[in-house]
């Protein structure tokens, strides 16, 4: 899967410290996907994490964008 990271997303990856290798199977394999209520362009993309404590990832992905 081809994708670009804005430097916001970037940011927040780091602080929060949320790894590459757990964002992509957000991405390539989403548990689910809806809309963001506040965008039309953008979708969120939900997997839990399993090293993570079990927790579940969010992605915002910028549907009108292409790499």
């Known amino acids: 899967m081809n994708y670009a990271l804005t430097?916001?997303?970037r940011k927040v990856l780091e602080e929060r410290a949320i790894g590459i290798e757990w964002m992509e199977p957000a991405l390539e394999?989403?548990?689910e996907i809806e809309p963001d209520p506040g965008d039309a362009a953008v979708q969120r993309y939900y997997?839990?994490?399993?090293?993570f404590g079990g927790r579940?990832?969010?992605?915002?992905v910028n549907t009108t964008v292409s790499t």
């Open 29 to 31: 394999t989403p548990a």
């Open 56 to 60: 579940t990832l969010r992605v915002a």
């Open 7 to 9: 430097q916001h997303a």
């Open 47 to 51: 997997c839990v994490i399993p090293e």
